[in-house]
């Protein structure tokens, strides 16, 4: 089955950035849209962004729009999420997950592959 790892994450000040890559290990990931995802201890699991299987159509939660980046090369089998201008509360495990679809599903329960994580600290 397709496995999905997670690496860049680490302790930033804010204001800062950090570019957060997910790389297959399994299958090659031109077949799967690919989300990003957070969550911070206690609270629910929040959809961050997602990329289309081609990387031409991709979306953001509006709270994050023009701070974060998401793009992929699939030559390099590896989707990247690009954070500026960190605030604290950006702090949480963020992982990512592929979905075999053209699209980005609508639900968390539509990827069906995951990474485990990596974290992401944002502090002064």
């Known amino acids: 089955q397709l496995q999905l790892v997670e690496s860049g994450g680490g302790l930033v000040q804010p204001g800062g950035s950090l570019r957060l890559s997910c790389t297959a290990s399994?299958?090659?990931?031109?077949?799967?849209?690919i989300g990003w995802f957070r969550q911070a201890p206690g609270k629910e699991r929040e959809g961050v962004s997602c990329?289309?299987?081609?990387?031409?159509?991709?979306n953001y939660a509006d709270s994050l729009k023009g701070r974060f980046t998401i793009d992929r090369d699939n030559d390099k089998n590896t989707v990247y999420l690009q954070m500026h201008s960190l605030k604290p509360e950006d702090t949480a495990v963020y992982y990512c997950?592929?979905?075999?679809?053209?699209?980005?599903?609508?639900?968390?329960?539509?990827?069906?592959?995951w990474g485990q994580g990596t974290q992401v600290t944002v502090s002064s």
């Open positions: 399994g299958f090659t990931l031109d077949s799967y849209a």
């Open positions: 990329i289309n299987r081609s990387g031409g159509r991709s």
């Open positions: 997950a592929a979905a075999l679809a053209w699209g980005c599903p609508t639900t968390h329960a539509d990827f069906a592959s």
